[in-house]
């Protein structure tokens, strides 16, 4: 079992920036992908960004295309979190973002079926 609590939400101007962070807790998550969603008011959940490890040391990313170029995902294994630095932030970008984790690890993480999600964080983008 793996407990995931996001954190870093907030109100931030049309151009600014959050980063979010995702604490993880129970069972070893070094090797989880990682990935984190958001949905907007209305609107289906939503592909943000994810990483995933292929072989013993290699790490791929993935974004969406919305969030290309202004968002980065890491992550601390040391410290269990999994972080989303979002810069150049735009009103569309408002919504809850949730953290989620799986033990799948080929593939294209967009389309996994994620087993642990997180309650949640509020972003919201002011025009």
């Known amino acids: 079992q793996v407990q995931l609590v996001e954190s870093g939400g907030g109100l931030v101007q049309t151009g600014g920036s959050l980063r979010l962070s995702c604490a993880a807790s129970?069972?070893?998550?070094?090797?989880?992908?990682m990935g984190w969603f958001r949905q907007a008011p209305g609107k289906e959940r939503e592909f943000v960004a994810a990483?995933?490890?292929?072989?013993?040391?290699?790490?791929?990313?993935y974004y969406a295309d919305s969030v290309k170029g202004r968002f980065t995902i890491s992550r601390d294994n040391a410290k269990n979190l999994v972080n989303l630095q979002m810069n150049s932030l735009k009103p569309e970008d408002t919504g809850v973002y949730y953290c989620?984790?799986?033990?799948?690890?080929?593939?294209?993480?967009?389309?996994?079926?994620?087993?642990?999600w997180g309650q949640g964080t509020q972003v919201t983008v002011s025009s």
């Open positions: 989620a984790a799986t033990g799948t690890s080929s593939g294209d993480p967009r389309t996994y079926e994620y087993d642990y």
């Open positions: 990483f995933r490890w292929s072989g013993p040391i290699s790490m791929y990313t």
């Open positions: 129970g069972r070893t998550f070094s090797r989880y992908t």
